[in-house]
């Protein structure tokens, strides 16, 4: 017997990207209802072969509905994540709504699987952010071998990290640059074709973002919270996948050879790690895949038990649908949530 699943904010990039994730993976669904708002009712989207039409989440009774995957921002999360769990109906929220509450985990499931044990206080689970999702993937296996001391890491996101509109707007700047017509920044705040911003959501008191707090935050509640980890987090001009330069420190020795050895065995990680030109892996070629990888693993002469590492991941996939269907996965693999009885 499958699961009724509804997938929240299907329409927009990762739910979309959930519902192929879904069909893909061949998630025990014995329906699959997409949902949005009202103004996206009777939109049309895919789930393998077949089309659904999308229904207006104002409204929608979930008490016959097992799992809601929710990716419709964090506004409408904090409004409906609660009620949909109140009805019996577990919510993996993708949105920053509920990830730092102390009775909703975090989950990835390859670094803290154990903690979903914890989400029928609330019967909510949150999503991490994506680029701390890829982070904690590549970093979990060493830390547990050579204990992580302190991270910095620099990022470099794409545009679908800002939603539909994020494409959009570098589509468009690229378009206007050659074809010399005025180039207009709106969803970002300078120019993204061509060009790279060091400023992804709100500025905050320190002086660092919104996002860079978010990746300190996060890695600490799932990985350690005795880490110490400092991010500078950047929009590039790339469509698909956010990469990240990492300079790690830790307590115990580590060679690079050590490293590269742990990561090759580790859960979701996948090494291209070739001294030569092109043995390395960059967005355009994690697009659509699932893994996360890691290239130019390097010892840091400037650091006692220092590395350097590259990390790159599809943050539609593995920064937020395929982690949200995964969580799924886990708890059905668990035996944590059992299919409602359907009323005669």
Known sequence: MGFKVAVVGATGNVGREMLNILEERGFPVSEVVALASRRSQGTEVSFGDKTLKVKALEGYDFSDTDIAVMSAGGNISKEWSPRIGKQGCVVIDNSSAFRYDP???LIVPEVNPDAIEGFSRKNIIANPNCSTAQLVVALKPL??????????VATYQSVSGAGKEGMDELFTQTRAVFVADPVEAKKF????AFNVIPHIDVFMEDG?????WKMVAETKKMLDPKIKLT????????????????NVEFEKPITADEARDILREAPGCLVIDKHEDGGYITPIESAGEDATYISRIREDSTLDNGLN???????????????????????????????KKKAA
């Open 143 to 152: 830390h547990d071998v050579a204990t992580i001391k302190r991270i910095v």
């Open 189 to 192: 705040t300078k120019r993204i």
């Open 208 to 212: 660092s973002t919104k996002e860079e």
């Open 231 to 246: 991010a500078t987090c950047v929009r590039v001009p790339v469509f698909i996948g956010h990469s990240e330069a990492v």
């Open 309 to 339: 590492m590259w990390i790159v991941s599809d943050n539609l996939r593995k920064g937020a649908a395929l982690n949200a269907v995964q969580i799924a996965e886990l708890l059905v693999e668990r035996g944590l949530i059992q299919p």
């Open 103 to 105: 009775d909703v985990p």
